[in-house]
């Protein structure tokens, strides 16, 4: 839990040093009480027996009253001050860890972020951040307190035993063993604790899973609604959320249960003490007739009181912490996780648009025995040349496109572009040089202006509407009330599959890419339109366009096509070369045309 302080800066440091002084100040306050308690009974006992007079006892109480209401505003104003630091302290760390969290995985790539998965990744800068933030605050408020009210306890309960065997057995009898006990007690409940809390760790973690696999059910759940009222799911979909919940209550029930086992032991300590003590008192004053130590007697059970409120405190905030430290684990997992793909800032620029595969190999496991997703493919397309992919499902389409991203780097083999190792070329060079689209447009929440200027953040009135204008996207766009100022809501909800399409085109068009890539990107589109987007594209001269597609429409026009199945090369040239020597393009082909035909 304690690694992750160092995102808290110089000013919360001091923050954080100012809370502990005033926490010191609330509970030497709260100490001080029963101590002043004491001496006022002692103090009334001995007026009482030598100067009766009730002016006398009054004052003597307003004194005693008035300092202890003192040190309860004192000690509220303290009190106050520690709850509005912690927060501010705890609320401003957690606001940098998230930060720093999203800045991470930012700069992950798409290796790492598989890995954890991003419904995981989402409930780690949420969820897992928040629960810490919530731990800060209690360790900041209660654990401090609780340990100073501990130890102030403990010392005060030796004087007070002190007190008792002089005033109440006259000094012939020691009553030490009364601060003795209670420490043993306590030593005893902190063993316990200490086994419980490490008992509770490891249904924590298995909490943080669960809840990482409610989540996705959930966001798969409410994704997918329309398919499951489409399928009148509704009932299934409610009993697989219902078995997800119930095991997630189950270990988070159990991991609270252990936790909080403590808080009964810590009753019967505070009740078996109070009556211990009422035992001995009373005995002891009896027998000595000496009825001068109500007041220490009263204060020591008061104190037993402090004592166990610093327990429960104690509790609360150790328990807190157990669960906070599986959250902890999962947010270190990220920051401690290293890009498989440095950041490479060499001098090596893209300043063509050539792309030169050489025996390329990749799979996406370590695995040995694992096959490749694709497997020796080498091509070179030219600047100003369209690529066409085409190929059977996981024939490996998507992954080629990606490794010339470098989403992933491959495993043997070279990729050139511009005439060096992708792997040597600087790494915002290389990024800024290309276009991409993918499968599943994507659409963030605000404009149309501000989705296209994602892809050119300086663009220019002229260049958005030329972007727009190429991506076939500017007629629907005049159609809007605010034209480019027109809002997109979350995920692009209130436009059509073409329309998101065309708006993803319209955002790699924009920075004029040196490569283009379309990685099915037109499947919502007519053919008319998509016709039509295509001629647009080829006046980008200088581009190299690799365009992946299901259709033969899509891809026929190029250049040149790679035939892939099951990860290996089986067919490069023109359509109509293809249709002579490429058995399985035809057979594409042929099953497409078919099917217009029927």
């Known amino acids: 839990m304690f690694k992750l302080l160092k995102y808290m800066n110089k000013k919360d440091v001091y923050w954080s040093l100012l809370c502990a002084f005033m926490c010191i100040g609330q509970v030497a306050c709260d100490i001080a009480q029963p101590f002043l308690m004491s001496n006022m009974f002692t103090d009334l006992t001995s007026k009482m027996l030598t100067n009766p007079e009730s002016s006398i006892l009054i004052s003597t109480i307003w004194y005693y009253a008035g300092i202890m209401i003192a040190l309860a505003i004192v000690s509220f104003v303290f009190g106050c001050g520690v709850t509005f630091i912690s927060a501010r302290v705890a609320v401003r760390v957690c606001g940098n860890i998230r930060f720093?969290?999203?800045?991470?995985?930012?700069?992950?790539?798409?290796?790492?972020?598989?890995?954890?998965?991003?419904?995981?990744?989402?409930?780690?800068?949420?969820?897992?951040?928040?629960?810490?933030?919530?731990?800060?605050?209690?360790?900041?408020?209660?654990?401090?307190?609780?340990?100073?009210?501990?130890?102030?306890?403990?010392?005060?309960?030796?004087?007070?035993?002190?007190?008792?065997?002089?005033?109440?057995?006259?000094?012939?009898?020691?009553?030490?063993?009364?601060?003795?006990?209670?420490?043993?007690?306590?030593?005893?409940?902190?063993?316990?604790?200490?086994?419980?809390?490490?008992?509770?760790?490891?249904?924590?973690?298995?909490?943080?899973?669960?809840?990482?696999?409610?989540?996705?059910?959930?966001?798969?759940?409410?994704?997918?609604?329309?398919?499951?009222?489409?399928?009148?799911?509704?009932?299934?979909?409610?009993?697989?959320?219902?078995?997800?919940?119930?095991?997630?209550?189950?270990?988070?029930?159990?991991?609270?249960?252990?936790?909080?086992?403590?808080?009964?032991?810590?009753?019967?300590?505070?009740?078996?003490?109070?009556?211990?003590?009422?035992?001995?008192?009373?005995?002891?004053?009896v027998g000595s007739g000496n009825a001068s130590a109500n007041g220490t007697v009263l204060a020591f059970i008061q104190m037993v009181s402090l004592i166990a409120m610093g327990m429960i405190l104690s509790i609360i905030a150790l328990v807190n912490i157990g669960q906070s430290k599986a959250c902890c684990n999962r947010i270190l997992e990220v920051f401690n996780s290293q890009p498989s793909i440095p950041r490479n800032t060499s001098d090596n620029m893209v300043v063509n648009s050539n792309v030169e595969f050489k025996n390329v190999s990749f799979k996406y496991t370590q695995n040995k025995d694992a096959l490749n997703v694709l497997d020796d493919i080498s091509f070179t397309a030219k600047p100003g040349?369209?690529?066409?992919?085409?190929?059977?499902?996981?024939?490996?389409?998507?992954?080629?496109?990606?490794?010339?991203?470098?989403?992933?780097?491959?495993?043997?083999?070279?990729?050139?572009?511009?005439?060096?190792?992708?792997?040597?070329?600087?790494?915002?060079?290389?990024?800024?040089?290309?276009?991409?689209?993918?499968?599943?447009?994507?659409?963030?929440?605000?404009?149309?202006?501000?989705n296209i200027l994602f892809g050119k953040n300086d663009a220019t009135e002229e260049e958005l509407v030329e972007a727009a204008k190429n991506a076939e996207a500017l007629d629907f766009i005049k159609n809007k009330e605010n034209y480019f100022d027109s809002v997109v809501e979350q995920r692009g909800g209130n436009f059509s599959g073409g329309q998101k399409q065309r708006l993803s085109i319209a955002r790699a068009l924009v920075r004029k890419p040196k490569i283009l890539i379309l990685d099915d990107s037109t499947s919502a589109l007519d053919m008319i339109t998509e016709a039509k987007v295509q001629n647009n594209i080829r006046k980008f001269k200088d581009s190299t366009i690799f365009l992946v597609g299901q259709r033969i429409s899509a891809i026929s026009k190029a250049d040149k096509i790679i035939v892939l199945n099951q990860g290996k090369m089986v067919g490069f040239g023109k359509h109509s070369e293809l249709m002579k020597n490429c058995p399985l393009y035809k057979e594409i082909s042929d099953s497409q045309m078919f099917t217009g035909k029927d």
């Open 385 to 450: 040349e369209m690529i066409g992919i085409i190929g059977p499902n996981g024939s490996g389409k998507t992954t080629l496109v990606n490794l010339i991203t470098r989403n992933y780097d491959v495993k043997s083999g070279e990729i050139i572009i511009s005439g060096h190792n992708i792997k040597d070329i600087n790494y915002q060079s290389l990024r800024d040089s290309i276009g991409y689209v993918p499968q599943k447009s994507v659409l963030f929440s605000g404009t149309i202006k501000g």
């Open 100 to 285: 720093q969290l999203f800045h991470k995985i930012q700069h992950l790539t798409g290796k790492e972020i598989d890995k954890i998965s991003t419904v995981s990744l989402i409930t780690r800068i949420t969820n897992d951040v928040t629960f810490y933030q919530n731990t800060l605050v209690l360790v900041l408020r209660m654990l401090s307190r609780s340990t100073l009210l501990f130890v102030g306890g403990v010392i005060a309960s030796f004087i007070y035993s002190a007190q008792l065997t002089s005033n109440v057995a006259n000094g012939q009898q020691s009553l030490w063993w009364l601060a003795f006990i209670i420490l043993g007690c306590l030593a005893v409940l902190f063993l316990i604790m200490s086994v419980l809390i490490v008992f509770s760790i490891p249904y924590f973690s298995k909490q943080q899973k669960e809840t990482d696999k409610t989540n996705a059910v959930m966001r798969e759940n409410i994704l997918g609604i329309k398919v499951v009222k489409a399928f009148n799911l509704e009932k299934e979909q409610i009993k697989s959320f219902d078995i997800q919940n119930k095991e997630l209550r189950k270990v988070s029930t159990r991991g609270q249960q252990i936790g909080f086992t403590l808080m009964p032991l810590i009753s019967f300590f505070v009740q078996t003490s109070i009556i211990v003590l009422l035992m001995v008192a009373a005995t002891q004053m």
